[in-house]
């Protein structure tokens, strides 16, 4: 059982995580692209999704950062996810 199970079993809608280990510098870069994202009010799923795309970009000038993006996936309801607003603002 994965740690992102029992946040599911919480009660929690998606759930970003790794499938692998990432070195911190890249993880803690990717990671804020994708909250910006979902700070924006994109769910889970499009918020991951348009940073691999942007990070597959990337590959041809950094090849080490498939390590990164490959590593994140959506576990849970893929479409869910999105920050309510008071999230959004820090509170």
Do not use: N
């Not at 070195?23 to 991951?48: I, K, Y």
């Not at 490959?70 to 309801?77: I, K, L, N, T």
């Amino acid at each position: 059982m994965s740690i992102a199970r029992s946040f599911l079993v919480a009660g929690v809608p998606a759930v970003i995580a790794t499938t692998s280990a990432v070195e911190d510098l890249p993880a803690r870069q990717f990671a804020v692209e994708v909250h910006r994202r979902l700070a924006l009010g994109e769910d889970a799923a499009t918020a991951l999704q348009g940073v691999q795309g942007q990070w597959i970009a990337r590959q041809a000038r950094d090849p080490r950062s498939i390590g990164t993006w490959s590593a994140f996936s959506v576990v849970g309801a893929a479409g869910s996810g999105r920050l309510q607003s008071a999230e959004r603002i820090g509170r």
